[in-house]
């Protein structure tokens, strides 16, 4: 047993500061252990979000010493003793309170990837898929949407005006997930140009860093994703555009 | 006192809670072309169901061609000591292959068999490779892929937003009420038709593998409203927790674990389930070790490992091991995967268990045992609903998921829950739009009922003295614990319900600080009614029931007694208080009896 240090944030809309509190932290205690500690016995409407306590649903995101983590996977022993951690609410939302954001930009973005549409079925009825033809976007499919990456994302975080041209991370590989599937036939060109902006990301695997499920977003899904995009681009388009005056769709 | 201020939504058809059952209920109703709510109390996608591991039980039969409705219907009941209502668990083996290829034909991406079919594993108490998985993520892929389709159809969807009370006109429900957390607002939703989606009551325990979500809203405003409750004294105790370190105490194990190989082990190295085999189970559970290693690969001449009997036989040997002191270091027991397969195989098909020991216990599975103990996982009681329809006993509600009661029995068999999701969800969400689209007279929600239950809400703030919310959830959490578990006696359940008299009590005076805004201190306040509801009722139905069976074992009853296998202990609400009575169970065609009588 150990006494720590916590700066935890409290706050409320755009007002705030850390406070600080000590704990006592038992053997093998995660960040979002000693949160609910403090919510116990000395601050009970100290607001956090969590669910699974197991890194399987990604509701306890949160800037732990600045580091973006979930609070569940994040074991007290791995800091030095005497050190005094911080936890404050993943910066790129808005707050709400405390350690809760508004991360409604990312149900909203959701909603715009183009669903799957479906092949048609084997002329038996079922459909069939090669498990070596599905592990590729079952990679995607392991996404919790802790929304760490879209938390990082500097267009996302850096450039409010650049949202609405602009899903983020997490969408581009539910799209790459969406178009790898064996099944699908749905066109979602026109979506990452417009709404998805994958041209805005410049490839600085932040997003990649962060995930706590390991996605390689960055390599297996966002490059791929730009090498397509890259393949669609037909010069004497481009050309044509150039002299009609920016005109989005070709004649 | 001002008149509380609340906002106004009205549906055909309102859906509350969003795991499994909830999104196929929505779906489904919106398929029928009502408009649909659907209120959940966690952020969309995070519900319960997202912590699902092992599987979807149907019989698809595409590793097992001899499987088909039948036998998961026997083994179902089986796995329930025959408790089970026959005709819920009938729909359920008839209708879970077509849900999961629903769910296939929504983007859901299943491991698959060499011919490119969905791959199905063995999971406890089937008699066939039957759980159609993803890893040991299954749960996640269920609702992901539920709530991509579901965001697509039109229907309107409240996240975090908590109801507190069902609101009846005359004796039909006609709406829910309650808050958003984000602001602490009230909210009423006017609605034809309720479905509750709320899942369970885990959280009154205090060593569980249930989030904070699972404090019996459903169930408890399902009995305040006036509808029947059964079987509440049968919980499950998952077999399988993580024991070590204490704070993660409770997470879940997959019993995957065990359906991919993994068996348990004393402190001696004992295979002890060997110990255990029930005279109920004795003919299909191998009595020796070699006919168990050859019963993975060949299922038509061997009997099924004991490692994989029904959760509540398993739950109740590790129990006694540990008590005779033959237990692992830190109060459970060990499961060995690790000297049993490779190192590949386990991180391919169990991905999530190996990063769970890994980062939370310094434990990594593919070179060492893992340490598990009984944890409370599921209640199999719920609403009382009429089987086809879902429909509870009072008009106009609808009830699917762990919420509704029936279907499991006295037991549930792992991964009967995720397709239990799928049928009843989608019967439910079907049943509640048809209902709704045939709703006669005026949708009426009375205000005077509603301003009376946001007083009551916000007495917590006004109280000047009172007690801290936390510790109440906390001392009923313990009593829960010590007094309910996995054996009970009368004197015991007698002791916990004279505690949780004193719990209501305190509860009254609990006092909450800070604002409305995000206040977890007032959620949990406002919880502890429903919890300590259930509570009570799970500890009232067990006094009730003078036997063992299933998931309700009593030291003063050990046995399993036949007058009582015919019976539900049913619970309602009249006048303030909860009775207690014993009614017969729906009886089985005799179509359906004969398989029960061939030896298979």
């Not at chain 2, 808050?179 to 709320?198: E, H, P, S």
């Not at chain 2, 325990?205 to 079987?231: C, F, P, Q, V």
């Not at chain 2, 599975?365 to 006993?393: L, N």
């Amino acid at each position: 047993m150990q006494t720590f240090t916590m700066q935890v944030f409290r706050g409320q809309g755009r007002q705030g500061d850390f406070r600080e509190y000590k704990v006592i932290a038992d053997e093998g205690m995660v960040v979002l252990d000693v949160i609910h500690r403090i919510q116990a016995t000395q601050a009970p409407d100290l607001a956090c979000r969590w669910n699974c306590k197991a890194g399987k649903c990604g509701s306890c995101s949160a800037e732990v010493n600045g580091k973006p983590r979930l609070m569940c996977m994040t074991r007290m022993d791995t800091f030095p003793p005497g050190e005094t951690i911080s936890v404050a609410p993943i910066r790129t939302f808005p707050l709400i309170r405390d350690l809760v954001t508004d991360v409604s930009y990312n149900y909203v973005k959701a909603k715009q990837v183009p669903p799957l549409r479906l092949k048609p079925p084997d002329p038996d009825g079922k459909y069939r898929m090669m498990q070596e033809d599905v592990d590729r976007p079952q990679e995607f499919h392991k996404c919790i949407e802790c929304f760490l990456c879209q938390d990082v994302c500097h267009v996302i975080r850096d450039h409010e005006e650049l949202k609405p041209a602009f899903s983020g991370p997490r969408f581009f590989i539910k799209a790459a997930g969406l178009d790898m599937h064996p099944l699908d036939t749905q066109d979602r060109t026109e979506w990452i140009r417009s709404q998805g902006g994958i041209g805005l990301c410049n490839i600085t695997k932040c997003c990649t860093e962060v995930c706590p499920e390991h996605i390689h977003i960055t390599d297996n899904g966002i490059i791929p994703m730009k090498e397509r995009m890259a393949d669609n681009f037909d010069p004497v388009v481009w050309l044509l555009r150039k002299f009609r005056g920016g005109r989005k769709e070709p004649a | 006192m001002a008149k509380p201020e609340y906002e106004t939504h009205e549906h055909d058809v309102i859906v509350i809670g969003a795991g499994g059952a909830g999104l196929c209920a929505a779906i489904a109703a919106a398929e029928a072309g009502v408009s649909v709510g659907l209120i959940c109390k966690s952020l969309l996608g995070k519900a319960h169901t997202v912590m699902a591991e092992g599987g979807i039980a149907a019989a698809m039969g595409n590793v097992w061609p001899e499987d088909n409705w039948q036998v998961h219907f026997r083994d179902t009941m089986r796995g329930g000591k025959m408790l089970n209502n026959w005709r819920m668990a009938q729909l359920h083996a008839q209708e879970a292959p077509d849900r999961v290829l629903e769910l296939e034909r929504f983007g859901a991406l299943f491991d698959r068999t060499k011919d490119g079919l969905i791959s199905q594993r063995d999971f406890g108490g089937h008699r066939y490779a039957r759980l159609a998985h993803v890893g040991d993520r299954t749960g996640l892929e269920m609702i992901r892929t539920l709530q991509y389709h579901a965001i697509h159809q039109g229907i309107d969807v409240y996240m975090e937003c908590k109801v507190e009370r069902l609101i009846k006109d005359g004796d039909r429900v006609t709406g829910a009420f309650g808050y958003w957390r984000n602001t602490g607002q009230f909210v009423l939703f006017k609605a034809k038709a309720v479905v509750l989606a709320t899942g369970g009551i885990g959280k009154a325990w205090k060593i569980t593998s249930n989030s904070w979500e699972y404090t019996g809203d459903g169930h408890s405003a399902a009995l305040w409203a006036g509808a029947d409750l059964i079987d509440m004294e049968f919980v499950q105790f998952h077999p399988t927790g993580m024991v070590w370190p204490p704070s993660v105490r409770g997470i879940l194990v997959t019993e995957s674990v065990r359906g991919d190989g993994g068996t348990l082990k004393n402190k001696d190295g004992e295979r002890f389930m060997f110990n255990y085999i029930p005279e109920f189970f004795k003919g299909e559970t191998a009595d020796n070790i070699d006919e168990a290693e050859r019963w993975y690969a060949d299922k038509k001449n061997n009997r099924r490992t004991p490692d994989l009997l029904p959760r509540d036989e398993v739950a109740r040997a590790i129990n006694s091991e540990v008590k005779a002191r033959r237990g692992s270091p830190h109060g459970g027991v060990f499961l060995d995967i690790f000297s049993r397969r490779s190192p590949d195989y386990i991180r391919k098909r169990l991905p999530s268990m190996y990063h769970q020991f890994k980062e939370l216990a310094n434990v990594d599975i593919t070179k060492e045992p893992m340490e598990v103990g009984p944890t409370c996982h599921y209640v199999m009681g719920g609403v009382r609903v009429e089987a086809d329809s879902t429909a509870a006993t009072v008009q106009g509600l609808y009830a699917a998921g762990e919420v509704a009661g029936g279907m499991h029995g006295s037991n549930r068999l792992g991964g009967n829950s995720l397709s239990d999701l799928l049928v009843f969800g989608r019967r439910a969400g079907m049943h509640a739009a048809l209902y709704a689209k045939n709703f006669g007279g005026q949708l009426v929600a009375d205000s005077g009922q509603v301003e009376s239950i946001a007083r009551t809400m916000l007495e917590p703030f006004n109280r000047s003295g009172g007690e801290n919310p936390y510790a109440i959830q906390a001392d009923l959490q313990e009593t829960m614990q010590t007094l309910v578990g996995i054996i009970r006696n009368e004197a015991e359940l007698k002791e916990a319900l004279k505690r949780i008299e004193v719990l209501k009590e305190r509860a009254k005076k609990v006092r909450v600080e800070g604002g409305r805004v995000y206040n977890p201190g007032w959620h949990v306040a406002l919880d502890l009614a429903s919890l300590l509801t259930v509570a009570e009722c799970s500890a009232l139905a067990a006094l009730e029931r003078k036997e063992s069976r299933g998931g309700h074992t009593r030291d003063d009853h050990p046995y399993a007694d036949d007058e009582w296998g015919k019976l539900n202990v049913v619970l309602r609400m009249r006048d303030g208080r909860v009775w207690v009575s014993r009614e017969p169970l729906p009886e089985m065609p005799p179509e359906l009896k004969v398989l029960f009588q061939e030896r298979k």
